[in-house]
T-cell receptor, first 109, second 115 residues
Framework: GQNIDQPTEMTATEGAIVQINCTYQ??????LFWYQQHAGEAPTFLSY??LDGLEEKGRFSSFLSRSKGYSYLLLKELQMKDSASYLC??????????WGAGTKLIIKP | DVKVTQSSRYLVKRTGEKVFLECVQD?????MFWYRQDPGLGLRLIYF???????EKGDIPEGYSVSREKKERFSLILESASTNQTSMYLC??????????????FGAGSRLTVL
């Protein structure tokens, strides 16, 4: 079966760095997405990886290793507004998205 | 900015009632999707549509139907609501091309409670 695993919840301190991991087992691979979802709001797109390596976008970076079925989202200089759930999704060989359950990130002052 | 608007943020219905959830997008996207989001589970695809009057079943279509009579509007219908359909429903849209960074734009969600 297809499976995406991410930690359920993480806690970090304002100003620090946090890494949210995502491991996947899917039927084929056509890209990996990270979305951010604040409580009660719509998920919004953060990043897309299709080749191995690191994609940097401001304070956020996303890494992919296709051979290991692994990705992480790195958030630097954490701000209180980064408190949200972070959703990992993989597009499979049929170009359908398989979603992880999300990681709730709690930022403490 | 692409906007996806879901008509109702909160609904409370009784078992057996017919429920309509409406979704409208304003960027001429070809693709539209209905997901449900439950605690501890990833988003699950109910139905999607690649074109007007076209629909495809997702992973959990049982108990649901959809309608896409106009490109901008995609409706989710619960013919006879049941308590296990209590959930957050998310509508999303995207451009037609499935490859590349074809990003989904989501609505804010409709939280349905079935009593």
């Amino acid at each position: 079966g297809q499976n995406i695993d991410q930690p359920t919840e993480m806690t970090a301190t304002e100003g620090a760095i946090v890494q949210i991991n995502c491991t996947y087992q899917t039927s084929g691979f056509n890209g990996l997405f990270w979305y951010q979802q604040h409580a009660g709001e719509a998920p919004t797109f953060l990043s897309y990886n299709v080749l191995d390596g690191l994609e940097e976008k401001g304070r956020f970076s996303s890494f992919l290793s296709r051979s290991k079925g692994y990705s992480y989202l790195l958030l630097k200089e954490l701000q209180m507004k980064d408190s949200a759930s972070y959703l990992c999704a993989v597009r499979d060989s049929n170009y359908q998205l398989i979603w992880g359950a999300g990681t709730k990130l709690i930022i403490k002052p | 900015d692409v906007k996806v608007t879901q008509s109702s943020r909160y609904l409370v219905k009784r078992t057996g009632e017919k429920v309509f959830l409406e979704c409208v997008q304003d960027m001429d996207h070809e693709n539209m999707f209905w997901y449900r989001q439950d605690p501890g589970l990833g988003l699950r695809l109910i139905y999607f549509s690649y074109d007007v009057k076209m629909k495809e079943k997702g992973d959990i279509p049982e108990g649901y139907s959809v309608s896409r009579e106009k490109k901008e509007r995609f409706s989710l219908i619960l013919e006879s609501a049941s308590t296990n359909q209590t959930s957050m429903y998310l509508c999303a849209s995207s451009w037609g091309e499935s490859s590349g960074a074809n990003v989904l734009t989501f609505g804010a969600g409709s939280r349905l409670t079935v009593l």
